[in-house]
């Protein structure tokens, strides 16, 4: 049998391309290509399912980037880190996690403040406010004073839906006393990844030194916002008599973090 004649193959991935039979508001639908059209008359296609179960997340979640590169790479469906931390949590597993007991046992024994940052939404592209919600819960438990500093999504989310999914703390707040918002703000300024330090810099000094605007309530905040049409922009606010917290450790690692304790972060008054 000869050999087949080898010839290039080429992984093309259009980024937001997609497929329904709803051509009202379809862009490509609507859109000329002339390219396109040509490659789905002359060779076979197929239609991938790029949501929920079939890629490795929760029914009804949506995919993202992250997890269709993953799945296209592996060729096989991947169990993603959303339901891999929702099954930990199930499991109780966070209350056996040595580190976060090790972290807990030093703020209490040293009187010092926990606080946790990070997304706060229902959005689960790139974190889930049930998560978030489970380790303030586990470090109330551990007798230590938690302070929050939500980042409001504005992206993965409906708009103006955050003050309906900061429901999900009530009964946190209700329950433990030790429990407090410390600050809120848009993800436009806690995750920008522009290097526009101008937005690093405002997210900073609000949850290190309680520099930004100051709120009654975090509702009555971001119902201000939302009137002037604010959403991820959400400008940095934080809690009436929050002052410099000082030195503090980030049990929720990201953009934000990890340049705050970067050894040559010149950038900011520390």
Known sequence: MANPKKTPLVLCILDGWGHTKTTQHNAIF?????????????????????SGP???LPQNQMGNSEVGHTTLG??????????????????NELEDNTSLK?????????????????????????????????????AAKAGISVKLHLFLDGRDTPPKSAVAEMKALDGLLKKY???SIASIMGRFYAMDRDKRWDRTDAAYHAMVCGDALHFDTPQKTIEACYKDDKQMNLSPSCCHGLRRHG???CLHHGELSGRSRAP??????R
Not at 30 to 45: L, N, S, V
Not at 264 to 269: I, K, S, V
């Open 30 to 50: 609507a859109a000329k290509t002339p390219t396109w059209d040509r490659w789905t008359k002359t060779y076979p296609e197929i239609l991938l399912d790029a």
């Open 54 to 56: 079939s890629v490795g």
């Open 74 to 91: 592996t060729g096989r469906v991947v169990l993603q880190d959303l339901p891999r931390i929702h099954a930990a949590i199930q499991r």
């Open 102 to 138: 090790a972290c807990f046992k030093k703020l209490k024994d040293t009187n010092k403040t926990c606080h946790i940052m990070g997304l706060f939404s229902e959005g689960g592209v790139h974190s889930h406010q049930e998560h978030y919600v489970a380790l303030a819960t586990l």
């Open 177 to 179: 006393s030790n429990v």
């Open 247 to 249: 030195r503090w450790r």
């Open 264 to 269: 040559n972060l010149a950038r900011f008054h």
